[in-house]
């Protein structure tokens, strides 16, 4: 009798373990999971709208930036699309998904994109959103008409007139909304820089893409500059040139300036080179006339190679989405991924390009499961593979 | 002997027809049948039989609950994950048969978990077929599965729910011949169950047919209380083979586990204590060496298991 009494109050007490475990797991679920979405009751209440306002310059960087309010109604979420025309004729499509309603976001063209070739060129950027199935796009209203595209002026180069003896400024807006009130690229020249008025010409030269380093240290030219100032052969005073050459953050640890000699390279020193990275902006005191390049320097650990975003979901992936993204890697470096099993589903080889990307695709091109995957770094440099952990879902 | 064919036939027509979608592919449970490779199909009859083959759950003669924790792919910076499960078997009598209770949970802390709370129900149908014990025992179950997706989205996901829940079920059958030979076919998640945060996702089905082998002592080179397993998964048209051995020495008190599927290796030991009224405690150990991922030390899992 009593190990019947013993038994019985074993299995109470198990039984009780596993519903309180459900409970609480239930619980945790359902205090996050279920979110109410308000469904349309009168659209006619809230007007999706875009608001924008107008990009008048690109400068320099090859960067249209365009920060966007949206407003998408009932729905609690849309996709923003940027759209440009090439000198082709061809439109060219910028997507960013998941943008959040009623929030201000920007959305630009990748870094280079508009080349000193396109003197003018033509955007519209437009919002699309599901309500109760029901698609949704909305353009900016820039322009009476707003599905039509509306001009910017791409300018590479900054010219005026400035008398060196007494000083003066030229500034110009370069329209990259992203940067709030700090959005002008500014050619300072101080008093008795040298002499009489002549005409200062600014070229802010299409940004190369050239990176070096090893696999510890990474150096990618950001910006190149070349001041000339016609009929004068030096300078007396060095003259200040402020500009917004970045796009994103950057990781960079240290900044570095250097002049063209010649055919070569050289590194400045005291040229009082300074980086704003939260405005992305830097400032440097030009001595001589010619060429300037600015050198940003990555130091790389194991977890620069690390993608950011490690939660994909595959119905997000788009142009501004593309997948795992895993920066820094050169031709000869490699990822593989694995599923849960110790699988191999997948192996990229970098080419060069960065970031890579694994677009959630097995070798085979079919979708990769919802579930946590292992990836593996190897660097051609050697040493330990880097590991990690992603999930991708549906 | 026909009549079992015939069950096993019928039921591996009717579930094999199901088509499904995705995740929640359960690998790394049971010690005991991890050490053998995870070829358990065939075998089920402890407190790993709800996540291999339900059906088992009508041969556990005792009240078991068994927990297990693991560390998988140990050795690699930056990869932390952990499968850890909780199982309790309570047969009733010979009528009203076997249930258990379930939890097993994969998760990667701060990125994705899966959980699966599983009720589980089976029953020998000797009686009810008409089988003659001393040829065949033949016993059927069925497992009502909740799973659950938590995905640590960051603030930009916000548009997303964090959990994704949804209900679908096993069956399994598994026939124990008198002559040592098991057959056993499971099918997994035969009701679609959609995971998906953003598009549909229904977690694929999967069917399993297993065969093992059990001689109190195999012939010719005499390794006693000896079981060998096969099992071959089915899942879209991916084939998957998973195959292992035990045996138990030291008065049938410590096991030895070996066993392997395509991507890794596995090695086994457990322990029996013994006590009075024949409670018994077991620890299990189980190492798991993958063949694919470089670097790691292996996967790790332990599980205490208590049956009174």
């Given amino acids: ?394 | 002997m026909k009549k079992v064919l015939a069950v096993l036939l019928l039921t591996i027509v009717l579930t094999m027809s199901q088509h499904a979608y995705a995740a929640f592919e359960s690998t790394y449970w049971g010690v005991r049948a991890l050490g053998m490779g995870g070829a358990f199909t065939a075998v089920s009859n402890d407190a790993n039989a709800p996540l291999y083959n339900v059906a088992g759950l009508g041969f556990v003669a005792q009240r078991e609950v068994t927990l297990m924790g693991s560390r998988l792919f140990a050795g690699l910076e930056g990869v932390e994950i952990g499968a850890n499960y909780i199982g309790y078997v309570h047969p009733i009598n010979a009528k009203y048969g076997s249930i258990s209770f379930v939890w097993s949970s994969v998760s990667t802390p701060g990125l994705r978990r899966e959980d699966s709370f599983n009720i589980g129900y089976a029953r020998v149908l000797n009686d009810i077929l008409r089988l003659d014990k001393e040829v065949v025992e033949l016993s059927a179950g069925i497992n009502f599965k909740y799973l659950l997706q938590e995905v640590k989205f960051d603030v930009s996901e916000t548009d997303l729910p964090t959990y994704k829940g949804a209900a679908t079920g096993d069956i399994g059958i598994l026939a124990m011949f008198a002559n040592g030979i098991g057959v056993g076919f499971s099918s997994k998640y035969i009701v679609p169950a959609d995971i998906g945060f953003m598009e549909k996702d229904e977690v694929k089905n999967i069917n399993v047919v297993g065969l093992s082998y059990y001689s109190d002592e195999l012939p010719l080179i005499k390794i006693p209380y000896f079981t060998v397993a096969l099992d071959v998964m089915f899942r879209d048209d991916e084939t998957f083979i998973k195959a292992g051995v035990e045996s138990y020495v030291l008065d049938r008190k410590l096991a030895i586990r070996l066993g392997g599927r395509e991507e890794a290796f596995d090695i086994g030991f457990g322990y029996e204590f013994a006590f009075a009224n024949e409670t018994k405690l077991i620890i299990d150990y189980a190492f798991e060496l993958p063949l694919e991922v470089e670097e790691s030390y292996g996967s790790h899992f332990i599980a205490l298991s208590f049956r009174f």
């Avoid at chain 1, 590479?156 to 909304?177: M, P, T």
């Fill in chain 1, 1 to 394: 009798m009593e190990r019947v009494f013993k038994n019985i109050s074993f299995l109470i007490v198990m039984l009780a373990l596993s519903v309180s475990c459900c409970f609480v797991n239930a619980y945790a679920a359902s205090s996050e999971t279920f979110k109410t979405i308000t469904s349309v009751v009168d659209f006619s209440f809230i007007e999706p709208a875009i608001e924008h306002e107008k990009i008048d310059t690109v400068l320099a960087n090859g960067i249209l930036n365009a920060k966007v309010y949206a407003n998408f109604g009932e729905a609690t979420s849309g996709n923003a699309v940027l759209e440009y025309k090439l000198d082709s004729g061809e439109v060219v499509e910028i997507t960013k998904t998941g943008i959040t309603n009623r929030r201000d976001f920007y959305i630009g063209t990748p870094k280079g994109t508009i080349t000193k070739d396109n003197s003018i060129i033509e955007y519209r950027i437009k919002c699309v959103f599901d309500v109760d199935g029901s698609e949704y796009v909305r353009y900016a209203p820039v322009e009476a008409s707003s599905e039509t595209f509306v001009t910017v002026q791409v300018i590479n180069v900054i010219e005026g007139n400035i008398d060196g003896s007494a000083g003066g400024e030229i500034s110009v807006f370069c329209g990259d909304q992203s940067k709030e009130d700090d959005g002008y690229v500014i050619v300072s020249v101080p008093e008795g820089a040298y002499s009489g008025e002549h005409k200062v010409t600014v070229d802010f030269l299409e940004e190369s893409s050239s990176s070096s380093g090893s696999s510890q240290v990474r150096e990618n030219v950001i910006s190149t500059v070349s001041l000339d100032i016609e009929g004068v052969p030096e300078l007396n005073s060095p003259i200040l040139i402020k500009n917004l050459p970045l796009q994103n953050e950057t990781q960079a640890s240290k900044f570095s300036l250097q002049y063209q000699n010649g055919t070569e390279w050289e590194s400045v020193t005291g040229a009082s080179l300074s980086v704003d990275k939260k405005y992305q902006v830097y400032t440097f005191a030009a001595s001589d006339l010619g060429s300037y390049r600015v050198i940003e320097s990555i130091k790389l650990s194991d977890s620069s190679y690390r993608p950011k975003n490690r939660i994909v979901v595959k119905g997000k992936i788009g142009n501004s989405y593309p997948g795992f993204e895993f920066k820094y890697l050169q031709q000869g470096d490699s990822i593989t991924i694995y599923d849960l099993k110790g699988k191999k589903i997948r192996k990229i080889s970098a080419d060069g390009s960065d970031p890579t990307v694994w677009d959630g695709r097995k070798d085979n091109g079919d979708w990769a499961e919802s579930g946590t995957y292992i990836y593996q770094i190897k660097l051609k440099s050697g040493g330990d593979a880097i590991s990690g952990t992603v999930a991708f879902v549906w």
